[in-house]
């Protein structure tokens, strides 16, 4: 991870902050895509982004299979699906915090390349989750990619470098995707809830091998609450998250909402890309 004297060479800086209430899944991916688009010409100030879900949605990552997720099982419940613009495996978005950080490839914190980005954005976090009283680290991972690869469809369950968490349990789930331009991360704290609740809408061979997923992710993963013995706040965690970034990355943040042509561009792309089924079932 990066040290204290690696980020106080950070020059100060001007963000943006927009905080989102709950939003459908492909809403949500849109917003972050839009304001990547704009952020990426330099047509406004790089972004933190913290919003949440509703309803309850199922996202795929960028390279993975379509036909893992159990669309029967999805509707029955109610939940969305959708498709990241980021790679990784599944995610349950469910009484969750989620962060999204947009900017151009030549801004200081998100230059250099996917892990030295990742590193700087990382120690952010990990601050946020100390002022919580959440003892996280980060922890290199050295298992091979194609190891990897061959891990079950839920995303917390999967190892990756420098992964968020708490006595060898992922607690802060990331992946980024760089463009010829820009940058985008996004990750998600979970709160609160049955972790395993994503293991019923995703496709598994048989009964056996949906309870090995299940008990392989309460073994590899947790929520904030299994960590505090109490109850967070969506609130309580923006908070911490906000202050870490403005102290760690040294960044003023100026409050703000969507502007319009970025609202109007995250609409097009919902209803053009994340609704639509070339997209979500690609491959």
């Not at 902050?17 to 990426?40: S, Y």
């Not at 990355?249 to 502007?259: A, Y």
């Amino acid at each position: 991870m990066y040290t204290s004297d690696d980020l106080k060479n950070l020059p100060t800086a001007r963000w943006r902050l927009i905080i989102n209430p709950p939003q459908p899944g492909a809403m949500n991916m849109a917003i972050d895509e839009a304001i990547l688009e704009f952020c990426a010409r330099g047509e406004r100030l790089p972004t933190l982004r913290l919003y949440a879900w509703e309803p309850v949605c199922l996202s795929l990552g960028f390279a993975q299979k379509g036909d893992e997720a159990d669309q029967a099982a999805l509707g029955a419940r109610g939940w969305n699906l959708v498709r990241r613009p980021t790679g990784g495996k599944a995610i349950l978005h469910t009484d969750e915090l989620t962060y999204s950080v947009a900017g151009p490839v030549h801004e200081p914190r998100l230059a250099g390349g996917v892990l030295e980005s990742y590193q700087r954005l990382s120690t952010a976090l990990l601050v946020a989750l100390w002022q919580l009283n959440i003892p996280a680290k980060a922890q290199p991972h050295t298992q091979p990619a194609a190891e990897n690869a061959s891990k079950g469809p839920v995303c917390f369950e999967t190892p990756s470098n420098y992964e968020i968490v708490v006595e060898g349990k992922k607690l802060i789930g990331s992946a980024q995707a760089r463009r010829a331009e820009g940058v985008l991360q996004h990750g998600s704290l979970p709160l609160c809830g049955d972790l395993t609740r994503i293991v019923k809408v995703l496709h598994f061979e048989d009964a056996d091998g949906r309870e090995r997923a299940a008990a392989r992710l309460l073994n590899r993963a947790l929520t904030a609450e299994d960590v505090l013995q109490r109850p967070l706040s969506w609130a309580e965690a923006a908070k911490a998250m906000i202050s870490s970034f403005e102290t760690v990355l040294r960044i003023e943040f100026e409050e703000t909402d969507l502007s319009p042509d970025e609202f109007e561009r995250a609409n097009d792309l919902a209803m053009t890309k994340y609704r639509h089924p070339n997209w979500t079932f690609k491959i």
